[in-house]
């Protein structure tokens, strides 16, 4: 039973729209609408990404992004707060969050779909050199 549990997390740690598509059905299943079906599915799915994107890399390329992709969200957190506090006369915490984690969202579901596509092409140049 452990190992299967090692196994699911494994798998949806490397591949996460696995989990997308699955908080996306159950949400459907129990009637949530579909605007907060996509929010809490995208908010899931962040979350799996900030740690799938180093993996990915580590095992594509053997580089480590752990360190420039934590300065790199603080300092996004950063801008998009400065932003806020120009615009508005007081920051709401809550849609900045909200804004903040979908902005990640974005940003790490390209980066994520960009290292697949080059580790697949790279694969694929590799097995036809071989060959």
């Not at 969202?105 to 290292?115: A, D, E, R």
Request: net charge positive.
């Amino acid at each position: 039973m452990i190992v299967f549990l090692q196994f699911a997390l494994a798998t949806i740690i490397i591949c996460p729209i696995i989990a997308f598509i699955a908080v996306v059905a159950v949400c459907r299943k129990l009637r949530l609408n579909k605007r907060r079906t996509i929010g809490l599915a995208a908010d899931i799915t962040t979350f799996l990404l900030f740690f799938s994107i180093p993996i990915a890399m580590r095992g594509l390329w053997d580089i480590g992004v752990l360190m420039p992709m934590l300065i790199m969200v603080l300092v996004i957190a950063i801008v998009f707060t400065y932003i806020d506090w120009r615009t508005k006369k007081e920051i709401e915490i809550k849609p900045l969050l909200r804004k903040i984690w979908r902005i990640y969202f974005l940003l790490f579901s390209f980066s994520y779909f960009l290292i697949w596509i080059v580790g697949i092409t790279h694969s694929v140049m590799v097995f036809m050199m071989i060959d």
